[in-house]
């Protein structure tokens, strides 16, 4: 299995920028795709991006298109999420997720697809 531990989080104003990191611990790390979902208070867990297993293939929510950047650094086993121009309506616990056997060149879309989740981290966006 593999654990999943996220950082980064802040209170950060309006505009600003993050780099949410998610270090992961077990087996390699280019075995998973990874993914990176949201939940604010009341609200449903929502997708923001992804990235395949090769790491050749991103995708992301409409919502943060063009302000949010997933990539993964497989010699420190670990995935980032940077985001700029932060809105009021980003902040929310970011976790990061794990979907083993993931084919090659597919991303994720849905929290049932992923097996491993971090705890999360907090964005809190001041205006």
């Known amino acids: 299995q593999v654990q999943l531990v996220e950082s980064g989080g802040g209170l950060v104003q309006a505009g600003g920028s993050l780099r949410l990191s998610c270090a992961a611990s077990?087996?390699?790390?280019?075995?998973?795709?990874m993914g990176w979902f949201r939940q604010a208070p009341g609200k449903e867990r929502e997708f923001v991006a992804a990235?395949?297993?090769?790491?050749?293939?991103?995708d992301y929510a409409d919502s943060v298109k063009g302000r949010f950047a997933i990539s993964v650094n497989n010699a420190k086993n670990t995935v980032y999420l940077q985001i700029n121009s932060l809105k009021p309506e980003d902040m929310a616990v970011y976790h990061c997720?794990?979907?083993?056997?993931?084919?090659?060149?597919?991303?994720?879309?849905?929290?049932?697809?992923?097996?491993?989740w971090g705890q999360g981290t907090q964005v809190t966006v001041s205006s």
């Open positions: 077990g087996r390699t790390f280019s075995t998973y795709a």
């Open positions: 997720a794990a979907a083993p056997g993931g084919y090659i060149g597919r991303v994720y879309y849905f929290a049932r697809e992923y097996g491993y």
């Open positions: 990235i395949s297993r090769t790491g050749d293939t991103t």
